[in-house]
């Protein structure tokens, strides 16, 4: 079985600032991480997944995300904010020989402020 | 990244009609398509797990006979909501993974269903 926690639905940080966005996981084998970004009334867009190798992931919009197996960790981080940046946040754990389904945290909705 | 379309975008039907959604995978070959449901302001439900050629696979609690899944191509997925309710009125999503890149899933931009 796999689970995720996504640790605070609301996120607010000010233009500039550091983004944090946590996610821990659970699973009894390896573990194939993912971050979505989804904006209003839209589909979810890939920001980052990890599979195997460098645990420190670079994705897309200046997001990255590490990958620490001690504390089943991987956090999203953005050094710093853009408005553009606001938007709900999903953490998501798939496996090898789980059919590669896709199991979801709650989210974690993103505001930016001035 | 791979891109993934459905339509229609937002359809509103009368309670007792039925519906079908179309996923499609634009630029490359999925024999594997997903179904999500979303409820406002809450995570992704896997619904069924569309394999072409095949039956889907249904994840617990999910109508097989409310919710036809039919992968007849490896582009084309679809869902039909059969006899609508207005309980079923929600965000559908779906995804397609490219097996050119392993384990991921593209979404589809989502389709907003309203039952009267």
């Known amino acids: 079985a796999q689970s995720v926690t996504q640790l605070g639905s609301h996120v607010s940080v000010s233009e500039g600032a550091l983004v944090l966005l946590r996610c821990n996981y659970s699973s009894s084998v390896p573990p194939y991480l993912f971050w979505y970004v989804q904006y209003p009334n839209q589909g979810l867009q890939l920001l980052l997944k990890y599979t195997t190798g460098a645990t420190l992931v670079k994705g897309i919009n200046g997001f990255e995300a590490e990958f620490k197996k001690s504390e089943t960790s991987f956090h999203l981080t953005k050094p710093s904010a853009h408005m553009s940046d606001a938007a709900e946040y999903f953490c998501a754990v798939s496996h090898t020989g789980g059919g590669n389904k896709l199991t979801f945290g709650t989210g974690t909705q993103l505001k930016v402020e001035l | ?116």
Not at chain 2, 1 to 9: D, E, I, N, Y
Not at chain 2, 85 to 114: M, N, V, W
């Open chain 2, 1 to 116: 990244g791979a891109v993934v379309s459905q339509h229609p975008s937002r359809v509103i039907c009368k309670s007792g009609t039925s519906v079908k959604i179309e996923c499609r995978s634009l630029d490359f070959q999925a024999t594997t398509m997903f179904w999500y449901r979303q409820f406002p302001k809450q995570s992704l439900m896997l619904m069924a797990t569309s394999n072409e050629g095949s039956k889907a696979t249904y994840e617990q609690g999910v109508e097989k006979d409310k919710f036809l899944i039919n992968h007849a191509s490896l582009t084309l997925s679809t869902l039909t909501v059969t006899s609508a309710h207005p309980e079923d009125s929600s965000f559908y999503i779906c995804s397609a993974r490219d097996p050119g890149q392993g384990k991921t899933q593209y979404f589809g931009p989502g389709t907003r269903l309203l039952v009267l």
